[in-house]
């Protein structure tokens, strides 16, 4: 995802969620492209721009659940989207070599 107004306008943020609210979220708007695209009458607009905003409900146990929702509010083509940065390659650290361990001797009584 790519942010294009507000305060956060061209930072780009990767949108994780391990809750039931966030994967709906997220099969929703997965579900919405797939239909537009499928339906064929999209004129090469299938990205879907989004708010991203929330909302809950009240639990008897943990009492107020938040969970994200996906507003699709506008559609462009892929050629017309932000420009994207490119993804950088992470290296691992490099680790220190392994220190010898003293050997222990165990005795069994």
């Not at 107004?5 to 797939?34: H, L, Y």
């Not at 879907?48 to 559609?75: A, C, M, N």
């Not at 691992?92 to 165990?106: D, L, N």
Request: neutral net charge; proline residues 13%.
């Amino acid at each position: 995802m790519k942010c294009l107004d507000g305060t956060d306008a061209g930072i780009e943020v990767r949108f994780r969620t391990p809750t039931v609210g966030g994967i709906q979220a997220v099969a929703g708007s997965i579900a919405a492209v797939r239909d537009r695209y499928n339906g064929g009458q999209h004129g090469g607009k299938i990205s879907p721009i989004v708010h991203l905003e929330k909302d809950s409900y009240p639990h008897l146990e943990h009492g107020r659940v938040w969970y994200p929702l996906l507003t699709i509010v506008d559609w462009i083509s892929p050629e017309d989207g932000p420009e994207l940065a490119p993804t950088p390659t992470e290296t691992p650290p490099a680790s220190p070599p392994p220190v010898e361990q003293p050997r222990r001797s165990r005795r069994v009584v």
